[in-house]
T-cell receptor, first 114, second 119 residues
């Protein structure tokens, strides 16, 4: 069976510090990978998606970047965090192909910027 | 552009009541997929159902049922005989799909409905 791991679960960072959140998927190959942000009391906003190693698409301009160094590894980064980067970050994967398959989500990372 | 509207921000019911969560969507695509996800207090999103735009048949899974009406662009979710464990945020989402193209499975989410079931 497939599993998705996301860490850390909680993170408190000062403004201006760097960020690295990691997500890995097991039990499947060549998945589509996604990073979402959920602000408090709001819906999910798609930040990045990837259909293959080194292939990253950004959905919204922002202070964050994403990378996919390996097939089942997806990393969310920032060089200098802003207060507005606070939120709940969720990684997700889906099977490649059409029609669109359900996305399966990790447990999320709660990021607080001080 | 695609849009999903969940007009009910919060719903509060007493256990054993039936509750319907509304979802209205906008898309220019003739082929698309609709999803419902549940987000319990622990935070992870749990997939509940996927429905394509050509299949308007209602679906029932235990206490859950879904009513898809293309004419009104709605995909409503009903929980029968609600339980405390149903308390969560529920999201409706829409994914485009263009025949011969690649959708990458990108989802447009509604803002979610917070459901609280009281004992």
């Amino acid at each position: 069976s497939q599993t998705i791991h996301q860490w850390p679960a909680t993170l408190v960072q000062p403004v201006g510090s760097p960020l690295s959140l990691e997500c890995t998927v097991e039990g499947t190959s060549n998945p589509n990978l996604y990073w979402y942000r959920q602000a408090a009391g709001r819906g999910l906003q798609l930040l990045f998606y990837s259909v293959g190693i080194g292939q990253i698409s950004s959905e919204v301009p922002q202070n964050l970047s994403a990378s996919r160094p390996q097939d089942r590894q997806f990393i969310l980064s920032s060089k200098k965090l802003l207060l507005s980067d606070s939120g709940f970050y969720l990684c997700a994967w889906s099977r490649t192909g059409v029609p669109p398959t359900p996305q399966h989500f990790g447990d999320g990372t709660r990021l607080s910027i001080l | 552009a695609q849009k999903v509207t969940q007009a009910q921000t919060e719903i509060s019911v007493v256990e054993k009541e039936d509750v319907t969560l509304d979802c209205v969507y906008e898309t220019r695509d003739t082929t698309y997929y609709l999803f419902w996800y549940k987000q319990p207090p622990s935070g992870e999103l749990v997939f509940l159902i996927r429905r394509n735009s050509f299949d308007e048949q209602n679906e029932i899974s235990g206490r859950y049922s879904w009513n898809f009406q293309k004419s009104t662009s709605s995909f409503n979710f009903t929980i029968t005989a609600s339980q405390v464990v149903d308390s969560a945020v529920y999201f409706c989402a829409l994914s485009e799909w263009k025949a011969g193209g690649t959708s990458y499975g990108k989802l447009t989410f509604g803002q979610g409905t917070i459901l609280t079931v009281h004992p």
